[in-house]
Nanobody, 122 residues
Framework: QEHLVESGGGSVQAGGSLRLSCAAS???????MGWFRQAPGKEREGVAS????????KYADSVDGRFTISQDNAKKTLYLQMNSLKPEDTAMYYC????????????????WGQGTQVTVSS
């Protein structure tokens, strides 16, 4: 059973930055981890994914160039650095985990965290 705990959400003004963290109980090469978000009344969408140990990343077009996904193996933690935030980035952000390849924004993830809220005001 994989356990994921997100943190780092909050409220910021447009143009600001936040860094989300996701502590995982299993963090080894070959794991695929990702960040997803869901705004009220909208479907959940993939934001970024990372194949642990290989560095392969994928980003949604809406965040490419503004968000960066990264890992800290020693801390078993996944990060999402979010810069130049926009009001449309407002959503609940979820960390997700799956074993193995393929890794991306359209694959099924078996484990999910509880989410952390990000609110961007204009």
């Amino acid at each position: 059973q994989e356990h994921l705990v997100e943190s780092g959400g909050g409220s910021v003004q447009a143009g600001g930055s936040l860094r989300l963290s996701c502590a995982a109980s299993t963090f080894t090469s070959g794991n695929c981890m990702g960040w997803f978000r869901q705004a009220p009344g909208k479907e959940r969408e993939g934001v970024a994914s990372l194949l642990i140990g290989f560095g392969a990343t994928k980003y949604a077009d809406s965040v490419d160039g503004r968000f960066t996904i990264s890992q800290d193996n020693a801390k078993k933690t996944l990060y999402l650095q979010m810069n130049s935030l926009k009001p449309e980035d407002t959503a609940m952000y979820y960390c997700a985990w799956r074993w193995g390849y393929p890794c991306g924004l359209k694959v099924d993830f078996g484990y999910w965290g509880q989410g952390t809220q990000v609110t961007v005001s204009s």
